[in-house]
C-alpha cells in the first residue's frame, strides 16, 4: 500500500510531498520539501527506509540551504550499529528511531513501531537531523498515547511538548504550529 501525503510546514513555511510504501518486508518514504526559514531557501530530498516493524535501516538526506549543499548517510545494521558517511557511530548505538526536523513523517516512526495499550508512554533514543544548523546528535524523546490518535510528543528533558493527532495508518495529520497535512491519497502502486 501507498500513501502519498502533502504536509504544509506552518512554522518552516514548507511544501512536502511524501511518498509512503509499505510492504510486508519493509517501509520505504521518498520525500521532496521545499521552503523558506529566516530569509533561507531550502530544498531538501530524503530516503527512507525501514524493516517491517518501523525501524529506520537507511537514510539518505540531500538539502540545499541557501547556496550549499549538504549530504548525509545513515545506515543501521540488526544489531542497532550505525553508520554515519560510512564511518562506524556508536554514539547512536542505543538509538532505534530517526526525527528530521523539517517533516513529520519521522514522528510516525515510534508511533507506529511501539505497543501504545490505554494510555502506555515510552522514551526513545533517537537520531535527531538539525538540517537547519547542520547538526545531526542522539537525543531522547518521549511518546504518550493520550486517545485513539492523539499523541503527545515530549523532548527529555522537557523543553518541547506537543500533542500530535495520527490518522488511522499513524500518519500525522496535525502537529501544532508545526505542520499539517494538506492532502493524502491512498493507493497499491508501487515505488
Not at 77 to 104: K, N, Y
Not at 151 to 167: G, S, Y
Request: with cysteine; net charge negative.
Amino acid at each position: 500500500m501507498q500513501h502519498n501525503i502533502i504536509w504544509k510546514g506552518i512554522e518552516y513555511h514548507s511544501l512536502e510531498n511524501c511518498i509512503v510504501e509499505v510492504t510486508g518486508q519493509c517501509v520505504k518514504v521518498q520525500s521532496s520539501i521545499v521552503g523558506h526559514y529566516q530569509q533561507a531557501l531550502y530544498k531538501v530530498d530524503y530516503y527512507l527506509l525501514a524493516n517491517e516493524q518501523w525501524e529506520t535501516r537507511e537514510l539518505e538526506i540531500k538539502c540545499q540551504l541557501r547556496d550549499e549543499i549538504h549530504q548525509w548517510s545513515l545506515r543501521c545494521d540488526a544489531r542497532s550499529h550505525w553508520w554515519l558517511q560510512g564511518e562506524a557511530a556508536p554514539q547512536f548505538d542505543q538509538c532505534t528511531d530517526v526525527d528530521i526536523t523539517l517533516t513529520c513523517l519521522t514522528n510516525s516512526l515510534p508511533i507506529r513501531r511501539l505497543s501504545f495499550d490505554a494510555t502506555a508512554t515510552h522514551q526513545i533514543d533517537v537520531v535527531y537531523f538539525n538540517i537547519l544548523e547542520q547538526t545531526v546528535l542522539p537525543v531522547q524523546q518521549q511518546y504518550t498515547r493520550l486517545q485513539e490518535g492523539q499523541f503527545k510528543f515530549e523532548n527529555v528533558p522537557n523543553d518541547f511538548e506537543a500533542v500530535i493527532d495520527v490518522d488511522e495508518h499513524g500518519l500525522v495529520t496535525y502537529y501544532p504550529d508545526l505542520f499539517e497535512r494538506a492532502a493524502v491519497a491512498v493507493s497499491a502502486y508501487k515505488v
